[in-house]
């Protein structure tokens, strides 16, 4: 018998019904499996993220998507000394303390960032530190001794000194602790480091290094001087906020450069941007004022092919981990800092996956 469908309206109904729920139905379990593969679970080295304790813990979705796929943890900026020190003698450790017992909980890795950032550092050490120069060099010994010290055992590795070159080419950048102390600030934060926390892996963290040959190498000298010193530095942090356009050759070369010391290789602020900042905040082009399939397919490629680099080009011993820098498009520091439109996270906007996350977890099964 042929039914006419006219004639049972309610058969459509009830077939509308049925697709909307097994709709609904595969994608939760799209979701579900997506989220139960986590990228950490696939993973040979650590797998982390920068968050913001606070809205982490406060946004139940985030959280789920933050267990499920990474195991290693980094304050994007609660545990900077702007956060830790921001007045004389007034430490205030809550957030790292709820970094810490939030990563016990959940059986992440701390990594601690960082502990001198020129553009981190309280005004009121500047004005003091600018007056006298040995109370600067005591004060950071006496700072790094007491915040390491702190955590010793329970933050795997730091950020001993954070972008100590300028944005480009070979030269130191002139920070108000060069201008204080002179370059010999950056060994000693190491020496300090290592003095509170022997056991702690201790990084040189700085960006455009994987596209800036110059400044590069500036770093690998640096690493040559302090190894013939016997300065404690145990790695070499790639920041890896790095555009589409950059070529993945060029990154591969760096990355096998900086393997070869030897040292701990991070990529320790992951994101992959569209637009054209210049690494100044508020500055750049915005080339790109929507995302299309296209974008986003070629982004998931270019996450999948930074992956493979890592575990191809960093041998096993010396890989730390990969760190994203935020790890949603929503939270992301990329659109706030440089005032423009960007997609550079692994999640869209609504926490979704994108091919990013795709391209990501391919890498790491590859
Ligand atoms: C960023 C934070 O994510 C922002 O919230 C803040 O306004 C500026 O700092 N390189 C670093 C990080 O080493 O500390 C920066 O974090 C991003 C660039």
């Not at 309206?9 to 593969?37: G, R």
């Not at 555009?243 to 990154?251: K, Y």
């Not at 439109?341 to 590859?366: C, M, N, R, T, V």
Request: glycine share 6%; net charge neutral.
């Amino acid at each position: 018998m042929i039914y006419k469908k006219q004639n049972f309206p309610e058969i459509k109904v009830i077939q509308v019904v049925l697709i909307l729920f097994l709709c609904t139905a595969c994608k939760n379990s799209n979701q579900k499996t997506i989220e139960a593969a986590g990228l950490k679970n696939v993973s040979e080295f650590p797998i982390g993220t920068a968050v913001n304790i606070n809205r982490l813990i406060n946004d139940d979705r985030l959280m789920a998507l933050q267990v499920s796929n990474f195991n290693s943890i980094t304050a994007t900026n609660d545990m900077k000394m702007q956060s830790i020190l921001p007045a004389e003698n007034q430490f205030n450790w809550k957030k790292a303390d709820t970094i810490l017992s939030f990563a016990n909980k959940h059986n992440q890795r701390v990594f601690g960032h960082n502990l001198i950032w020129h553009s981190s550092t309280p005004k009121w050490v500047e004005e003091k530190g600018a007056k006298d120069s040995l109370w600067l060099d005591t004060f950071m010994k006496e700072y790094i001794h007491k915040y390491v010290g702190r955590y010793k055992g329970k933050v795997a590795g730091w950020d001993v000194v954070n972008e100590a070159f300028e944005s480009s080419g070979d030269a130191y950048r002139k920070t108000f602790w060069y201008n204080n102390l002179g370059k010999e600030y950056i060994a000693n934060a190491f020496r300090y480091a290592h003095e509170a926390d022997p056991d702690a892996v201790l990084f040189y963290n700085d960006f455009n290094i994987e596209r800036d040959t110059t400044k590069l190498h500036a770093l690998l000298k640096m690493v040559d001087e302090f190894k013939a010193k016997g300065v404690p530095i145990s790695g070499i942090g790639f920041q890896m906020n790095i555009r589409m356009d950059i070529p993945d050759e060029i990154i591969a070369y760096s990355l096998k450069k900086a393997a070869e010391t030897g040292l701990q290789i991070h990529l320790s602020e992951v994101d992959i941007i569209f637009n054209t900042h210049n690494d100044e905040r508020l500055g750049g082009i915005e080339n790109y004022s929507v995302l299309t399939d296209e974008m986003k397919q070629a982004q998931g490629e270019k996450y999948k092919n930074l992956i493979k680099m890592y575990k191809e080009i960093v041998p096993k011993k010396q890989q730390f981990g990969i760190t994203l820098w935020d790890f949603t498009d929503r939270d992301t520091w990329i659109i706030g800092f440089f005032n423009m439109k960007d997609w550079p996270s692994i999640y869209d906007d609504k926490l979704q996956p994108k091919p990013a996350y795709f391209g990501f977890l391919e890498g790491l099964k590859d």
